[in-house]
């Protein structure tokens, strides 16, 4: 299923798998620019990589979405005109309970959860930024300067320093702002902003939590390597150590002072030996890492390409049909003066149709086997190339009907819905060559059976039951059967 909770899934496997690789490899190395990249684009791609394997028009409502499952839940009405009566077949299809899984409140109370953090982030950043908007600014040496407030003092808060004024004149103050400056001049704020939006969405994962705090280091080992070239290792190690350390918010802004255990951290990383330049292949390890999450994916949700039903030209792949043969069970469908019951029909059509579709090559599956009742759910949950639901039209005359061809299309306006157009229509044009009779394709957009299904699939209303004396003839078969195998090579 190509659904919210699959993409949360990748996209925290790939945090996992990139996090592991950091601390194993690159958080020992000194390229501190280059680990502050890696993080970042660790986040990005964990985002982005996950979208090449999941249909994005199911990411917040999945075919099978409960809201569309409460319209499904009353009566599906296939309607023909016969006497300016509605005649409808009633479809047994799940209530709205029945259809919430667990899945979907774990889903969409996380939606809840991550909307929630968004917007209180966002009220938090857009006060701070108002809240320093009043405050009186000055400039010094290029950077803006307000004075300290509630509890934000001595760092950089979105784009100022915050630090009393007077701190300038002398050296401990000065090297306080050189800090601050560098944490602007690096661009730091715009790093903190996405790591904490990202925070927000994958609030979950405690990975995200731990590489958003190692970000934090690299910014402050950023600064500090800048600093310490300029006043020795041993004197700014030093400052570091004698000052006491402050109570500030972490998130929104870049601070001189965290905990003792990172300032000692900051220390060692700063005494210790740079890394030898010839360490900068160990970043070619990343490249492994792509290929073994894309092949991670490929197993949890192959690719739509995978589809032998889209394939173009003469080339021949054993190919998987899933027959679908319309009610059973309980639930008869509509029945013919003669007595003769849908579900009986479709299931002697569908078995005529396996024959001639093997004949040809093709590997056919039956939904349901024999007369039982299965939920619409359960029948399209089937893998393969085509999914073919076969039904029976219901009208008071004996008169026959063409074929009507129903697809879907317009719900999630992915690329599921675009090959069910395609090869709706191509299966109209082969229909006709073959010499049967049917009616342009229409959308649907109510059946279960093609909402909840993850390949290609069409609804048949292949005649009036009541045209029908005990079954479907054998030549009528042979022509479906010619033309959706020619519509695989549309």
């Known amino acids: 299923m190509n659904s919210l909770l699959y993409y949360l899934l990748e996209v925290n496997c790939s945090l996992v798998i990139g996090a592991v690789l950091y601390f194993l490899v690159f958080r020992q190395l000194s390229f501190f620019q280059w680990n502050r990249y890696f993080?970042?684009?660790?986040?990005?791609?964990?985002?982005?990589?996950?979208?090449?394997?999941?249909?994005?028009?199911?990411?917040?409502?999945?075919?099978?979405?409960?809201?569309?499952?409460?319209?499904?839940?009353?009566?599906?009405?296939?309607?023909?005109?016969?006497?300016?009566?509605?005649?409808?077949?009633?479809?047994?299809?799940?209530?709205?309970?029945?259809?919430?899984?667990?899945?979907?409140?774990?889903?969409?109370?996380?939606?809840?959860?991550?909307?929630?953090?968004?917007?209180?982030?966002?009220?938090?950043?857009?006060?701070?930024?108002?809240?320093?908007?009043?405050?009186?600014?000055?400039?010094?040496?290029?950077?803006?300067?307000?004075?300290?407030?509630?509890?934000?003092?001595?760092?950089?808060?979105?784009?100022?320093?915050?630090?009393?004024?007077?701190?300038?004149?002398?050296?401990?103050?000065?090297?306080?702002?050189?800090?601050?400056?560098?944490?602007?001049?690096?661009?730091h704020r715009r790093d903190k902003l996405f790591i904490e939006i990202f925070r927000c969405l994958f609030w979950l994962n405690p990975f995200v939590y731990w590489m958003r705090r190692q970000l934090y280091l690299v910014h402050e080992y950023q600064v500090d390597e800048v600093l310490a070239n300029r006043y020795g290792n041993g004197g700014y190690a030093r400052f570091l150590l004698t000052l006491t350390q402050q109570s500030c918010p972490a998130g929104l802004q870049s601070n001189l002072f965290y905990t003792r255990h990172e300032l000692v951290e900051r220390v060692q990383a700063m005494m210790s030996k740079p890394s030898s330049k010839k360490k900068r292949?160990?970043?070619?390890?990343?490249?492994?890492?792509?290929?073994?999450?894309?092949?991670?994916?490929?197993?949890?949700?192959?690719?739509?390409?995978?589809?032998?039903?889209?394939?173009?030209?003469?080339?021949?792949?054993?190919?998987?049909?899933?027959?679908?043969?319309?009610?059973?069970?309980?639930?008869?469908?509509?029945?013919?003066?003669?007595?003769?019951?849908?579900?009986?029909l479709t299931w002697e059509t569908c078995i005529l149709l396996k024959q001639e579709l093997e004949n040809k090559g093709y590997k056919v599956i039956l939904s349901r086997a024999g007369d039982e009742f299965k939920l619409l759910k359960e029948r399209s949950n089937f893998e393969g190339d085509l999914l073919l639901s076969i039904h029976f039209d219901h009208v008071e005359t004996r008169e026959e009907l063409p074929i009507r061809i129903l697809y879907q299309s317009g719900v999630t306006n992915d690329i599921l819905e675009q090959h069910n157009h395609r090869f709706a229509f191509s299966l109209d044009q082969n229909l006709i060559q073959n010499g049967l009779s049917v009616n342009r394709p229409q959308i649907s957009t109510k059946h279960v059976v093609l909402r909840s299904a993850k390949i290609p699939a069409l609804l048949l209303e292949l005649d009036n039951i009541n045209a029908i004396d005990k079954n479907v003839k054998p030549d009528f078969v042979q022509k479906l059967a010619n033309a959706i195998d020619q519509s695989f090579e549309y």
């Open 39 to 187: 993080i970042l684009g660790l986040c990005l791609l964990s985002l982005l990589l996950p979208f090449g394997t999941v249909r994005l028009g199911e990411l917040f409502l999945s075919p099978t979405s409960p809201v569309l499952a409460f319209e499904q839940s009353n009566t599906v009405a296939h309607s023909i005109g016969a006497s300016g009566d509605l005649v409808s077949e009633t479809e047994m299809v799940d209530s709205f309970w029945h259809s919430f899984s667990i899945g979907y409140g774990i889903a969409y109370g996380y939606l809840l959860v991550s909307f929630v953090l968004l917007c209180r982030f966002a009220l938090r950043y857009i006060r701070l930024g108002r809240r320093i908007g009043q405050l009186s600014q000055y400039q010094f040496e290029g950077f803006t300067i307000v004075a300290p407030f509630g509890h934000y003092a001595n760092c950089s808060v979105q784009h100022v320093i915050v630090m009393e004024e007077d701190q300038l004149d002398m050296p401990d103050g000065k090297l306080i702002f050189e800090h601050e400056s560098q944490h602007i001049v690096f661009k």
């Open 281 to 344: 292949w160990q970043y070619v390890l990343t490249v492994p890492l792509l290929g073994l999450l894309l092949l991670f994916y490929s197993f949890i949700n192959p690719p739509m390409h995978s589809w032998s039903i889209f394939y173009f030209g003469k080339e021949r792949t054993t190919k998987t049909i899933v027959l679908d043969p319309g009610h059973g069970g309980k639930d008869s469908g509509a029945t013919a003066y003669s007595g003769l019951m849908e579900k009986s």
